[in-house]
């Protein structure tokens, strides 16, 4: 069984500041990597899917991966009110399946 | 289009009872998922379908649970003898694809309530 680990926070950030989020793994052989969004009492949305070593950036939201050292994190710049979520990360084990790691509270304080 | 649904949004019950929980996926979406999710802590996987036939049920805590997809769209995860250690939101998830890669859209869950 795969393991995920991730700090549950809460991580408070002044508004406009960068969010960093981070996600360990425990199985190197790990190719594929989600980030999903949860608002409170909502269901999780994905936001950045991340295969390659190095960083995806995708408008304010940039994931890097380092495939070495077993892991992922998530950098959100200009951070929002808006942006105050769960951030949870996934990886595929097997074919289909995500194991989730218990996520990262993140509050942004205006 | 329309998202993945999910029926009732919230069920309380009583402990020993049954429930059935429905999921609808995405029109097109021929793998299904069920995760189970407690509070403060992510999704747990239950069961997969590719299609009509369970794939992967190595989630399913015990053989109270069950689920089916008899026509390859719809799913109901059945809980029989409900114990106060099943209440939980109980999230479904489909995707296009059976890749690993596929993105899984998830549904708003229904909330379950043992008392």
């Known amino acids: 069984q795969k393991e995920v680990e991730q700090n549950s926070g809460p991580l408070s950030v002044p508004e406009g500041a960068i969010a960093s989020l981070n996600c360990t793994y425990s199985d190197r052989g790990s190719q594929s990597f989600f980030w999903y969004r949860q608002y409170s009492g909502k269901s999780p949305e994905l936001i950045m899917f991340i295969y390659s070593n190095g960083d995806k950036e995708d408008g304010r939201f940039t994931a890097q991966l380092n495939k070495a050292s077993q892991y992922v994190s998530l950098l959100i710049r200009d951070s929002q009110p808006s942006d105050s979520a769960t951030y949870l990360c996934?990886?595929?084990?097997?074919?289909?399946?995500?194991?989730f790691g218990q996520g990262t509270r993140l509050t942004i304080n205006p | 289009g329309a998202g993945v649904s999910q029926t009732p949004s919230n069920k309380v019950t009583e402990k020993g009872k049954y429930v059935e929980l429905r999921c609808d996926p995405i029109?097109?979406?021929?793998?299904l998922y069920w995760y189970r999710q407690s509070l403060g802590q992510g999704p747990e996987f239950l069961i997969y379908?590719?299609?009509?036939?369970?794939?992967?049920d190595s989630g399913l805590p015990n053989d109270r649970f069950f689920a089916v997809r008899p026509e390859g769209s719809v799913s109901t995860l059945k809980i029989q003898r409900t114990e106060r250690g099943d209440s939980a939101v109980y999230l479904c998830?489909?995707?296009?694809?059976?890749?690993?890669?596929?993105?899984?859209?998830f549904g708003p869950g229904t909330r379950l309530t043992v008392l």
């Open positions: 996934a990886v595929p084990e097997g074919a289909q399946k995500l194991v």
């Open positions: 029109s097109g979406h021929t793998a």
């Open positions: 998830a489909s995707s296009f694809g059976q890749r690993s890669t596929d993105t899984q859209y």
């Open positions: 379908f590719q299609g009509t036939g369970a794939a992967d």
